[in-house]
């Protein structure tokens, strides 16, 4: 049995971010309906190409799905789509993206027939604010949202990934919307309609660097290929054969590195301990561990990392994953079918056990209807979890209870998204190993001052979240985490995948406390993995991913898009996983166990170059900042310093709008231009015109005139400019939340809204044992007495131990 085989999905219009939410649900077996005009979904036509003249991407975002056309002319057009949208469960409306020819419906009018239907519109901006009416691409979208500007060479241009990032992230947003809604209204909810801003989505990537902007102003900048505050190493470096990735987060992994090269004279220098030091000498430090790299394979040092406890991960090419056994066997390369053509592609990442998703399937043709669809298995009734009933006027999630054991930032941003959704969420940390995005620092000074209460990236992370602590390590702790999770629907973590069942909390002993329960591990490469051991930080997961090697120049080394990309797509894809499981849970009784390997996460990005290589066997073609399908684009320097723009000419006739705009109307006029073939021949040429007009412009000028004519583009912002963005001021898509310790400051929205605006985000995150008392009293029913006694023995507190305190010897746990 399938987790959504009972539920209808009909997708409408054309946009990556629809389509791949669509595709989310047809993994776990919803039926779902593509509505395409007779020539096709435009995204068909999308490059990268097979070896047969088909879109890749199209093939990864709509295998299992049914295609049907409908002629926007024919008379019979708009009963038809009606009849369909008023058949099923859930609409996933892209036309504010590209309308595709789709039929006009009055979606309003079929809602107030059937209240339960279930609505997701999306579009680039929303339908209101400044960059409402703005022509888009992936890249310009991704350049207004902060994450092209710190990519790339010091003294520049940014360099950045030509597409594919924005549909997938939206999508997932997308998904969690809808699967959250399924949730409310088995309960007694109506439909809900959401809207969805793909620019605002895409956010989601930049949030952390944003509010660390917040708190200690501008002191980001772009510092080389491979190169990302706040962190050094975390970057890619050559090796005598292939290439590794690099991350030392912590003092003790800084040391182990350097005590793994050879290099006590770094080890030792208390000014490199920190990363805060070592950004102030990168070029020296390379200069010291760089050659010695080189006298070993990149296999070679990955089993040294492992034996070191290193974040350190072999760099693949796209080659590489195809051959990885590991791979196919777990679901993260699946086969699919299109045409006569066979291929292979990402799978879904959600890897739930009870009710894993299909592995792989079959892209439709135009008008080609899967062999089961319009078979929905019709379900007996809802099953309430164990925390109650939802009620139709509350967020969706709301009676829904989550233990979370997550730090860093992938597991507590899945559990966030379950909070602003309305779950209550109960954060476990302890005293004496708090969450570490609180801080490495464990010195002294920094634990006396409560520093470990004001950091950015934890506060925003942990809001509208209960937090307390318990040393688990200790048989009272653990006593008392099992009757937490006794009474809890989800529980969550993304430690190393030993961790909680060394602990004695595995799933075999969780779910004797509750058979519904929904448990998922968020490891970085999976429970069952040979690489199970490699430690991982989001750094790791990009690394690792087989991305990197498409992204950069075909002369220049793989190239990481972010710092940590891996921990925020890993968190929205947790999120997307723990609701498919508790759908079922709530249909059937059955809880499950998911195994979310962080990692394969990641591969949805690089997909269609997966397609295209296993089936032409070619290495994928690099284009640095250009683009497969759209000639011109890329990144041009404006008036002033390091002041950058995205450009872009989607189709012909934007093309000769640009030219027109550049005051090129010779390019204008060349019949022989009017092609792309034509254009990518003398794409320097065109490249040179464009910054020519540019460098004689500010970037939001340059902005304003290219929009005006309806020619995508965007400026290169850097994350702190996004506190002042007119756009996202005028949705009021940052909120002002009080903290004890962090005071006033902003935190962003969800990009997800309903009809009455965004999400009211209820608390700023917890300090340290904030809600043990009113848990453990109000939940668990201890006494005052009791709790004292815990206190006593430190199994619960609410200090963060330093490095002194936790020397000391431990009290007896009896």
């Known amino acids: 049995m399938e987790a959504l085989s009972h539920l209808r999905v009909v997708e409408i219009g054309s946009a990556a971010a629809t389509s791949y939410c669509a595709r989310l649900f047809a993994d776990f077996g919803a039926d779902v309906q593509k509505i395409e005009p007779p020539a096709g979904d435009p ?111 010091a003294e520049g241009p940014p360099l ?41 989505s895409t956010l989601t990537l930049s949030e952390y660097h944003t509010f660390e902007a917040f708190a200690h102003g501008g002191v980001m900048q772009r510092i080389g290929i491979n190169r990302f505050w706040p962190t050094f190493p975390a970057s890619i470096y050559e090796t005598k054969r292939g290439w590794i990735g690099i991350t030392t987060g912590t003092p003790a992994q800084w040391r182990a590195f350097c005590d793994m090269l050879g290099l006590s004279e770094l080890r030792d220098d208390p000014a490199l301990i920190l990363s805060p030091g070592r950004l102030k000498q990168i070029e020296q430090i390379e200069r010291h561990f760089m050659p010695g790299l080189k006298a070993r394979t990149a296999q070679e040092w990955f089993a040294e990392g492992l034996k070191r406890k290193i974040p350190i991960v072999w760099v693949p090419e796209i080659s590489d994953l195809l051959q990885d056994s590991e791979k196919k066997v777990r679901g993260a390369i699946v086969p699919v079918l299109f045409g006569e053509e066979e291929g292979l592609t990402a799978g879904s990442m959600q890897r739930l056990t009870l009710t894993p998703p299909r592995r792989g399937g079959k892209v439709p043709a135009p008008g080609e209807l899967q062999p089961l669809a319009n078979t929905r298995r019709h379900l007996t009734g809802p099953i309430l979890g164990a ?126 406390l509750s058979p519904q329960l929904v448990m998922m591990s968020m490891s970085a490469f999976g429970s069952n993995s040979v ?27 793989p190239v990481m898009s972010h710092f940590a990309f891996g921990d925020a797509v890993g968190g929205l894809n947790g999120c997307a996983a723990v609701l ?18 962080l990692i394969e996460c990641m ?21 640095g900042s250009r683009h497969p399908q759209f000639v011109p684009h890329g990144c041009f320097r404006c008036a002033g310093e390091d002041n950058w723009i995205i450009v872009a000419a989607t189709d012909d006739d934007m093309w000769l709008r640009l030219a027109l705009v550049i005051d090129r109307p010779d390019l204008a006029t060349d019949e022989s231009l009017k092609s792309v073939t ?58 002002q939340v009080e903290h004890a310790f962090m005071g006033r400051h902003p935190q962003p929205s969800m990009p ?60 007896s746990s009896g």
């Open 580 to 597: 498919v499981a508790l759908i079922h849970a709530r249909n059937t009784g059955q809880g499950q166990f998911i195994d979310l390997a």
């Open 43 to 153: 995204l068909r036509r999308s490059a990268p190409l097979t070896p047969g003249g088909q879109s890749a991407w199209f093939a990864f975002l709509n295998f299992n799905k049914s295609s049907v056309i409908l002629e926007r002319d024919d008379p019979n057009a708009i009963t038809r789509l009606t009849a369909l949208i008023g058949d099923c469960d859930i609409l996933v409306d892209g036309r504010n993206v590209n309308r595709a020819d789709c039929p006009t419906i009055d979606i309003a009018a079929i809602r107030k027939r059937r209240p339960e239907l279930i609505c997701l519109e999306a579009s680039w901006f929303s339908q209101e604010g400044p960059y409402a009416g703005f022509t888009a691409t992936d890249s310009t979208i991704r350049a207004l949202a902060g994450l092209i500007k710190l990519v790339g060479p």
């Open 387 to 512: 925390s109650g009933c939802i009620h139709a006027d509350r967020a969706p999630l709301e009676g829904v209870r989550v233990i979370d054991f997550t730090m860093g930032w992938a597991g507590p941003l899945c559990t966030r998204t379950l909070a602003d959704l309305g779950a209550d969420v109960i954060k476990i940390e302890a005293i004496q190993y708090p969450d570490w995005w609180r801080g490495v620092d464990r010195r002294s000074a920094y634990v006396d001052s409560k520093m470990y209460e004001m950091m950015p990236g934890f506060c925003i992370m942990n809001r509208n979240k209960r937090g307390i602590t318990l040393d688990l390590t200790r048989v009272q702790g653990l006593a008392l985490a099992k009757r937490l999770v006794a009474g809890a629907d989800i529980v969550v973590d993304n430690y190393s995948a030993d961790v909680l069942p060394k602990l004695g909390l595995g799933y075999d002993v969780l779910r004797t």
């Open 752 to 811: 997800i809204r309903d009809a009455m605006g965004p999400s009211a985000i209820r608390a700023g995150a917890p300090t340290l044992g904030q809600h043990n008392r009113e848990i453990l009293s109000g939940l668990l029913g201890l006494s005052d007495a009791e709790i004292a006694e815990l206190v006593r023995e430190g199994i619960i507190g609410t200090g963060m131990l330093s490095e002194e305190d936790t020397a000391r010897p431990k009290a």
């Open 160 to 200: 950045h990934a030509p597409d594919f990032q924005t549909g997938i992230l939206t999508g997932l947003w997308g998904f969690i919307a809808a699967a959250s809604s399924v949730i409310a209204q088995m309960h007694g909810g109506a439909g809900r309609s959401w809207s969805i801003s793909i620019f605002e």
């Open 531 to 557: 690489r199970r051991d490699c430690r991982a930080y989001g750094s790791t997961l990009e690394q690792g991913s087989g991305l990197p090697s498409v992204i950069g120049n075909a002369d220049g080394p």
């Open 678 to 735: 034509a254009r990518r021949g003398i794409e320097n040429v065109i490249e040179r015109a464009i910054e020519a007009w540019t460098l004689a412009r500010d970037a939001d000028q340059a902005m304003s005139e290219l929009q005006a004519a309806k020619v995508a583009a965007g400026v290169a912002r850097m994350p702190i400019d996004l506190l002042k963005d007119r756009h996202l001021k005028s949705r009021a898509f940052l909120q």
């Open 603 to 623: 591969m949805p990005f690089a997909a269609p170059w997966i397609t295209v290589h296993s089936i032409s066997g070619m290495p994928p073609t690099r284009y």
